[in-house]
């Protein structure tokens, strides 16, 4: 009997171990047998999509509408050259010595006529004020010339009435030697004069008349000629039309002067302007100098963006700009140094009370930024901006195929304010048409159309089947 309830305990026993064994092998190995027995509703369930599985999207669909409400123009990939560029700040200033122009008084007198007014154009030779003589000098050396002329005819009658005599022997021949070198000392003395006088802004014409004895009481001050610009500014000049004389005219700037003020010799007058001849003039560091020193040295064309001038009502500003010379200086305040690219001005002129006024398209103090070629970027795709959207290290552009626009993954080479750069490595093919803007728009327009549902990058077949679009 004993034997029966031990032999039963150990079978219990063993039974025992062995369901305990079973158990923990199967705790440990629930990662492989599990999933087997999950239930397909709960949340170990995997999901089973109805349709294809799709890539993200890549193609955006807009209507002809959407397009023209955008602006968006498309145009032909190009394989081109760039040129590299550095954007420096600058200003447009006077041209020392040609724009700017002081009248000085010639002589000692008192205003009593001005003909001119700030603003007024005027011509060269064109009368500017009318002076009263009050100086002493210039009354003596009127008088001088004067008694110079008689004396000198009085010197060549005798001339005339003694050579016959001394032909005869009457009288010797050393009178007549006399009488030449008398005149020869008046001829010199009238050369002075007359210099002395054209020296003082008197025209030829009132010489003429203080020789026949009118004396000269008051004297004009004209406009001067216009400076001749120099070799490089005029071959500039040369190379544009801006009309056959629309910069041959002085602006009155400034009057110095008033009616019935009395002047001494030299005294400034007005100052005049012509702004057809300017300089643009660049502010650089000196971490630029030597990429200026090379773009000046094989004049390279240099872009000026006039960032305070529309341009609207003025002709196209037909002109290619190249760096003139750098200067030799650099400010101790601000640590630039300046450099300076010839600028031709445009100019209308307008009639105002019967008076001709100018109005110039460009003016001292503009502000300008300035595009600088430094390097030469061969064998890329160059398009706008706008044409690219960057996200981290993500950049695409947009190629238009009728209403659809599909995103294409690009490598940005080098990128500026108005201009992006991309490496022609096979992900553009030539000729294809890129949109030239508003990618960053089209870039949300697709991400919503695919939140949406409604993908522009899937066809749906009669039979309900669908794929994405090639």
């Known amino acids: 009997m004993r034997s029966k309830i031990r032999s039963k305990l150990w079978r219990t026993l063993a039974c025992l171990v062995v369901i305990i064994c079973v158990g923990v092998g199967t705790w440990f190995s629930r990662g492989y047998w599990l999933p087997l027995f999950a239930d397909r ?8 999509d109805d349709g294809p599985q799709i890539a993200e999207p890549k193609v955006l669909k807009l209507s002809p509408q ?33 724009t700017d122009r002081g009248i000085t008084s010639p002589i000692a007198g008192v205003i009593t006529q ?56 009457i009288i010797p021949g050393k009178r007549i030697l006399e009488l030449e070198q008398q005149i020869s000392r008046q001829s010199a003395l009238i050369d002075s004069f007359r210099q002395e006088l054209t020296s003082r802004g008197l025209q030829k014409t009132q010489i003429d008349q203080i020789e026949q004895g009118t004396f ?33 005219f002085f602006q009155i700037q400034e009057l110095k002067v008033h009616l019935g003020q009395q002047l001494d010799a030299g005294e400034l007058l007005a100052i005049l302007a012509n702004h057809s001849s300017l300089y643009v ?27 305070e001038d529309s341009g609207e009502g003025w002709p196209e500003l037909a002109q290619e700009f190249r760096i003139r010379h750098l200067a030799n200086t650099t400010d101790p305040n601000s640590r630039t140094f300046d450099f300076f690219i010839p600028l031709v001005n445009q100019s209308r002129v307008y009639e105002k009370d019967d008076r001709p006024l100018a109005i110039w398209r460009f003016r001292p103090g503009q502000r300008v ?26 950049a695409w552009v947009f190629q238009q195929n009728g209403d659809l626009f599909n995103r294409i993954t690009v490598q940005v080479v080098h990128q500026d304010r108005t201009s992006i750069v991309i490496a022609n490595d096979g992900s553009i ?32 077949h009669a039979d309900g089947s669908t794929h994405a679009a090639h």
């Open 369 to 394: 930024r300035i595009q600088v070629p430094v390097e030469e970027i061969q064998n890329v795709i160059v398009l706008p901006a706008a044409a690219v959207i960057q996200e981290g290290p993500e």
């Open 114 to 169: 001005v003909h001119a007014f700030e603003g007024d154009i005027v011509q060269p030779g064109e009368k500017l004020f009318t002076l009263r003589l009050v100086s002493e000098y210039l009354q003596q050396t009127q008088a001088d010339l004067f008694k110079a002329i008689r004396e000198t005819e009085i010197f060549n009658k005798e001339m005339v009435r003694l050579n016959d005599l001394a032909v005869t022997g």
């Open 281 to 307: 003039k660049g502010l650089a560091f000196k971490m630029e100098a030597s990429d200026l020193a090379r773009a000046a040295e094989q004049e390279w064309e240099v872009d000026v963006e006039f960032t």
């Open 429 to 460: 093919t030539p000729g294809f048409y890129l949109a030239q803007g508003s990618a960053a728009t089209l870039n949300r327009v697709l991400k919503a159309q695919a939140a949406s549902g409604m993908r522009a990058d899937v066809h749906v």
């Open 66 to 98: 959407a397009r023209a409400n955008l602006g968006l123009e498309s145009k032909p990939a190009l394989i081109q050259t760039y040129w590299r560029k550095i954007q420096i700040p600058g200003v447009i200033v006077d041209r020392p010595g040609v």
């Open 216 to 248: 000269i009481a008051t004297i004009d001050v004209h406009a001067p000629e216009i400076a001749k610009a120099t070799k490089d500014m005029q071959l500039v000049e040369d190379a544009i039309t801006t009309g056959p004389a629309s910069s041959d």
């Open 41 to 48: 509703t709960g949340p170990l369930a995997t999901k089973q």
